[in-house]
C-alpha cells in the first residue's frame, strides 16, 4: 500500500479559523509545512450576510476567491474531509487519499440543517420564505422586506446552538425599523420566534433587547421552535414547549418567514471519536487541545467551546491554537489560555448596533469603556465600515495585535 501524503501542520477549513491560524502560524514560523484542506473555492466575510439582507452591503463584498484569502505559503488541498483518523494521525479526503500529519487544526464551520425542518428546503428562496444564513439567500431577504408593504413577518430562530446566535433577532429590527421608515409598521405585524428559552445568552442584555423589540412592536415567542413550512399555503408550524416540558403544535400565517436553520458540526466530526457527546470536536475550553490526542486542536464553530460561535471568538482562539501549537511542536508547556471571549454586534436599526462582548460564563468584558447596553452608532461605523478590511487585511493575515477586553462597572 502507497504511503499517504504528509504535512507536519494539517488545517481542516479555510474559514474564519483556518485561515487565521494558518496564515499566523507561518508568519511566526515561514518554514513550516502546512497544508489547509478547504473544498470551496470562495470565502465570505459571513457577518456582513445580515447587511445584506438588510439591504446595505453588496452581496460581491462579502466574497473573496479562497486564492487570495488562504495564505501563499501554505498548501491548498482542494477536497472536502470525509473522516477522521487520530489513532493513524491520518484525515480521510472524499477522493479516498488520506493525508499524515504531525498536528491536526479542525476547523470546519457549521452544518446547516435545512432538512431539519420539513417542508423548508423545497420552501426556501420563493413566496417569502428568505434566509441570511445562505448567501444564495440573503438578497432575497431583502427583497422580501423592501416588496412587503402590509402583512404578517416572521423571524425564528432554533433551539440547537446557531453561528452568532444574534443573527436571527438582527435582521428583524432592521426589518421593522425599514416598516417604520416607511411608515407602514401598523399595517405589518412582526413576530420574533425562538426556540430558546430566553432573547439572549448573557442575561445583563435580555432586558435591553427586549426594549428594541417593544420599541419596535416585535412580539418574542420563546421555546417556539419552526419544525414545518407549508409554502404554498403560507404557513409555518412551531412546535410549542411549556414550563412543565410539554409540547403542542402551534400554526402561523406569514407573508415573509426569515428563517435561522438548526445547525449542528458536520457529519465528519459528529462520526468520530474526537467528539463530545453533543458531536463538536472535543477541545480544553482554555488550551483548545483535544484531552485525548495532544496533536489535535480545535476552534472556530465545530469546537465544543461553551461559548458564543462568532468570528470574533475566533480571533482570539486563534492566537492561542497558534502559540499552544507551537509549544506542542516544541515539546513546551502550554501556556496560552482562551478565555471565552465572543461578541456580537446586534444591530438594532439602520446606523445603530449594541455591541454584546463576553467571557464564560456570561461575564460582560467591553472592549472599549463605552456603555454595551446602549444603542450606539459608533458601532454600527465599526461593524459596517471597520470590522470587513480589518478581517481580510488583518486577521486572515495572521496579525494579533489587540486592544484587551475586560470586565467594566
Ligand atoms: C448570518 C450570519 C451572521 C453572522 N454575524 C456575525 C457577526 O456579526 N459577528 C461575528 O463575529 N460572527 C458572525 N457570524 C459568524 C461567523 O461567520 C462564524 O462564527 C465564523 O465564520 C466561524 O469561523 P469558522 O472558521 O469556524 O467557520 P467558517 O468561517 O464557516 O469556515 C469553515 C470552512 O470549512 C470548510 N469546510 C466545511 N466542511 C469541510 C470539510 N468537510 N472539509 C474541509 N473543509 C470544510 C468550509 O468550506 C469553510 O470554508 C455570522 C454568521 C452568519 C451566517
Known sequence: MTQPRHHDIVIIGGGAAGTSVAASLLRQRPTLDVAVIEPSDTHYYQPAFTLVGGGTYALEDTARPQARTLPHNATWIRQP??????????????????????????????????????????????????????????????????????????????????????????????????????????????????????????????????????????????????????????????????????????????????????????????????????????????????????????????????????????RKQAPVVVKNLLAFLDKEPLTARYDGYTSCPVVTGYGEVMLAEFTYGGTVTPTLPLNPFKRSRFYWVVKKHLLPPFYWRYMLRGKEGDIAHKERH
Open 81 to 314: 474531509v470525509t473522516a477522521l483518523k487520530p489513532e493513524q494521525q491520518r484525515v480521510v479526503l472524499n477522493n479516498g487519499n488520506e493525508i499524515h500529519y504531525r498536528a491536526l487544526v479542525v476547523a470546519p464551520g457549521i452544518e446547516l440543517n435545512w432538512s431539519a425542518i420539513e417542508g423548508l428546503p423545497e420552501a426556501l428562496g420563493q413566496g417569502g420564505v428568505c434566509s441570511n444564513y445562505d448567501p444564495s439567500l440573503a438578497r432575497y431577504t431583502w427583497q422580501c422586506i423592501d416588496s412587503l408593504k402590509a402583512g404578517r413577518a416572521l423571524f425564528t430562530q432554533p433551539s440547537t446552538p446557531i453561528k452568532c446566535a444574534g443573527a436571527p433577532q438582527k435582521i428583524a429590527y432592521l426589518a421593522a425599523h425599514q416598516w417604520q421608515k416607511r411608515q407602514q409598521s401598523h399595517q405589518i405585524q412582526a413576530q420574533f420566534y425562538s426556540g430558546m428559552g430566553a432573547l439572549f445568552s448573557v442575561p445583563d442584555f435580555v432586558p435591553h433587547l427586549q426594549n428594541v423589540a417593544i420599541d419596535y412592536g416585535i412580539g418574542i415567542n420563546l421555546k417556539h421552535d419552526l419544525i414545518r413550512v407549508d409554502g404554498e399555503r403560507h404557513i409555518a408550524t412551531f412546535k410549542v414547549t411549556d414550563q412543565n416540558g410539554k409540547s403542542h403544535d402551534v400554526e402561523e400565517t406569514y407573508d415573509v418567514l426569515h428563517v435561522t436553520p438548526p445547525q449542528r458540526a458536520p457529519q465528519f466530526v459528529r462520526d468520530s471519536t474526537l467528539a463530545n457527546e453533543a458531536g463538536w470536536l472535543n477541545v480544553d475550553a482554555h488550551t483548545l487541545q483535544n484531552p485525548e490526542y495532544p496533536e489535535v486542536f480545535s476552534l472556530g464553530d465545530a469546537s465544543s467551546l461553551p461559548t458564543s460561535k462568532t468570528a470574533a471568538a475566533v
